[in-house]
Nanobody, 117 residues
Framework: QVQLVESGGGLVQAGGSLRLSCAAS????????MGWNRQAPGKQRELVAY?????????NDANSVKGRFTISRDKAKNTEYLEMNRLEHENTAVYHC?????????WGQGTQVTVSS
């Protein structure tokens, strides 16, 4: 069983920055990737960024965050981070971290990010 706990969300003005953290308990080495998605009010969940375990290189999946959001991982601490810069009102959402493989996936409860315009 894997548990993921996000933290670091909050209220920030447009143009500001936040750093989200995701602490994982349990072994996550068997999963193919670890990443973040988000769900804004009235919208479907959107994959924001992820790191494939094979390459170890970050991938920003959402074009809207390229150059502004950076995903990183501290393997020793079993923790993943999402650095978000130049935040926009449209980035307001609940951000969830997750790990997934071919047959299983785990997601955290999420942390609210609210960007005031």
């Amino acid at each position: 069983q894997v548990q993921l706990v996000e933290s670091g969300g909050g209220l920030v003005q447009a143009g500001g920055s936040l750093r989200l953290s995701c602490a994982a308990s349990g072994s996550i080495s068997r999963f193919n990737a670890m990443g973040w998605n988000r769900q804004a009010p009235g919208k479907q969940r959107e994959l924001v960024a992820y790191v494939p375990h094979t390459s170890g290189r970050s991938t920003n999946d959402a074009n809207s965050v390229k150059g502004r959001f950076t995903i990183s991982r501290d393997k020793a601490k079993n923790t993943e981070y999402l650095e978000m810069n130049r935040l926009e009102h449209e980035n307001t959402a609940v951000y969830h971290c997750g790990v997934w493989g071919r047959q299983e996936a785990y997601w955290g409860q999420g942390t609210q990010v609210t960007v005031s315009s």
